[in-house]
């Protein structure tokens, strides 16, 4: 088959989707990430990078205290990965210009105070040791302070969540998508799609 097209590479790289939270002074927000890799093959000294729309509230407070929490977020069929929707729906449709998006959901303050979601199957804490501006985003290198798995369970993937997005959803997902390719193009100086 020839496909000159690229588009499925670059699907088959996003990451399973992602909280990542953070706290800046006596403020503590949140959002949902697809662009996450691990950042070191140093077991020992690890580090982790992560790509955030400059949209994004969660973007200025990350770039202003220097530190995150990330979650991978539970996809195990059945009430785990409803609730996980749920979660995307409030964290990855909304921002926390709005309103606080947390306070909704349960947390815990993590150990450099950002918030812990104590329903994902697994976190990290890190403090950022260097960052690359791309734009339309900020691509974040950072050291990892600590972090544990909270249950066993299977991470929700890009192509179920899009799967499980339930129908009266999807315009608000679609609205928010609008919101953050308008000013990537903006940010590109790009013309906006029709
Ligand atoms: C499935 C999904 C994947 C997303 N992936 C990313 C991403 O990789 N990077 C990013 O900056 N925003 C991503 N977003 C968008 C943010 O989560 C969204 O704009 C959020 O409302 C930002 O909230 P904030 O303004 O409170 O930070 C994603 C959203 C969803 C639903």
Redesign the pocket.
Known sequence: MTDTNPRATLAAL??P?LAVTTRDGERT????????LSGSILPDVPRVI????K?????D?VLASRIFALHVLDGTPGPAVDATLAL??T???????DGD?LAGIDWRPGTNGCPILTGALSYLEATICATLDADE?TIFLAEVTGGTRLRDGSPLT?PQ??AALPADWRAE?AA??G??DAAARQARGLAPTA
């Open positions: 996003w990451s989707l927000n949140g959002q949902i990430i697809v662009a996450a992560i790509e955030l729309w949209s994004n509230l969660t973007h407070m995307v729906r964290l990855g449709m909304h921002s926390g210009r998006k985003a890009l969540f899009n997902y928010s998508r919101r953050q």
